[in-house]
């Protein structure tokens, strides 16, 4: 696709291979990496993604929902893809005939799947330990197993495995780290549990980006791997015990300069207002690209190496930025997330000037935004 140099994100999927590296260093080798690709692998372009993911040999993936797990099939003909959430159990077949993996949320839809389907459906069953969001729930390890048992018992539910999601794994606070463990402990039990009634599930898996960094433990199986792997952290400014670097850049273009005196307003609001002469510059980026609106008069961009901020409001398709004391001219690369000389703002510290995290400023980058892939000829 031909870029015309407005706004687009850079995506270099060397660093997704360096830290899907890095990561596997921290776990042992009874841990596979099961990569997270939902939500068009958080921004960055599932396919693209996929492919390199598949090239150094992943070979599990979890999505949100049959869609994407229709389209990780068509990437990854072979590869093992788990359903994170709900299916309507009306499509059973088709999870079936795709061989994906479904998350059993209930004890209820379990028989509604069995119910539904033809063929024999896979399936993970989810565990409610403490996140409060899907799955069965039981505080005792030894009802939870029964209900488990009573899962696989279905004639048309092939059970694989069983797992949960921590609710506060990116957390330092020790009421926390006892909850994450509370949450391991229950899930670990009923697993153990199994095996002593004589069922061994090939699958048994809780840890997620943040439960890999900070409480790994080598009884899951499967580290369910999302943000960083994507380079992001799940908790910033909390420091991971290793050094991943951001994959996902976002540029655009200056498309105007210009010199403002006292009293001169900028942008929709006319919540800005000069104090004193200054040189103010027009930005080929706005709130469609995904750029939030939020960031109007708080966020600030890269130019030249030199931070500047935002003057007034982020409009649909453009904004202005303060660069005054900078030599710009219009066609000069502006950087909203990524770096630039020797400063560089990451996608989790402009989250972090609005009130959100990293994963949803790079999930909403939009669609009208390009990507641009490290390893293609064009590069802008
Ligand atoms: C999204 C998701 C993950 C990945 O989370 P990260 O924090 O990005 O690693 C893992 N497990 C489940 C169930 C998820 O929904």
């Known amino acids: 696709m031909k870029n015309h140099k407005r706004a687009w994100a850079r995506i270099d999927l060397s660093r997704l291979e360096k830290n899907i590296n890095t990561i596997k260093k921290g776990i042992s080798p009874s841990t596979e990496i099961m990569a997270v690709v939902k939500a068009d692998a958080y921004g960055h372009g599932e396919k693209r993604v996929l492919e390199k993911l598949s090239s150094i040999g992943i070979q ?14 068509d990437v990854c003909p072979d590869a093992e893809i788990l359903i994170l959430g709900y299916t309507p159990p009306e499509y059973a077949d088709e999870i079936a005939g795709y061989n994906i993996i479904q998350c059993i949320v209930s004890e209820e839809y379990a028989d509604e799947l069995n119910k539904k389907s033809d063929k024999n459906v896979r399936c993970h069953i989810k565990l409610d330990t403490g996140m409060g969001r899907i799955g069965i729930k039981y505080r005792d390890v030894s009802e939870c197993a029964d209900c488990v048992q009573r899962i696989s018992a279905l004639e048309k539910i092939d059970v694989e495995g069983i797992f949960t999601h921590f609710a506060v794994a990116d957390s330092d606070e020790p009421d926390n780290i006892a909850y994450t463990d509370m949450q391991a402990e229950l899930i670990k039990g009923v697993y153990h549990e199994l095996e002593k009634r004589g069922t061994k599930l090939k699958h048994v898996h809780f840890l997620n980006s943040a439960g890999t960094g900070y409480h790994f433990d080598s009884t899951s199986t499967l580290a369910r791997i999302g943000i ?38 900028i942008s929709y609001g006319r919540t800005y207002r000069a104090s004193e002469s200054r040189k103010i510059a027009t930005v080929t980026v706005g709130y469609a690209d995904g750029y939030s609106r939020l960031l109007s008069s708080r966020g600030q ?26 030599d710009v001219k219009p066609g000069d690369t502006v950087t909203l997330i990524g770096r630039d000389g020797d400063d560089i703002i990451t996608a989790d510290e402009l989250a972090s000037w609005y009130g959100t995290i990293g994963y949803e400023v790079v999930c909403g980058i939009s669609k009208r935004v390009p990507r641009i892939y490290s390893d293609d000829s064009e590069n802008i």
């Open 301 to 326: 961009v890269l130019c030249k190496g030199v931070r500047c901020s935002i003057t007034g409001r982020v409009c649909m398709d453009q904004m202005m930025i303060d660069v005054t004391d900078i």
């Open 228 to 265: 960083t792997m994507y380079g992001l952290y799940p908790n910033y400014p909390l420091e991971l015990p290793y050094k991943v670097e951001p994959v996902m850049e976002l540029k655009a273009v200056v498309s105007h300069v210009k010199t403002v005196e006292v009293g001169d307003c």
């Open 60 to 73: 599990y993936f979890a999505v949100s929902n049959l869609d994407e797990a229709i389209s990780v099939r």
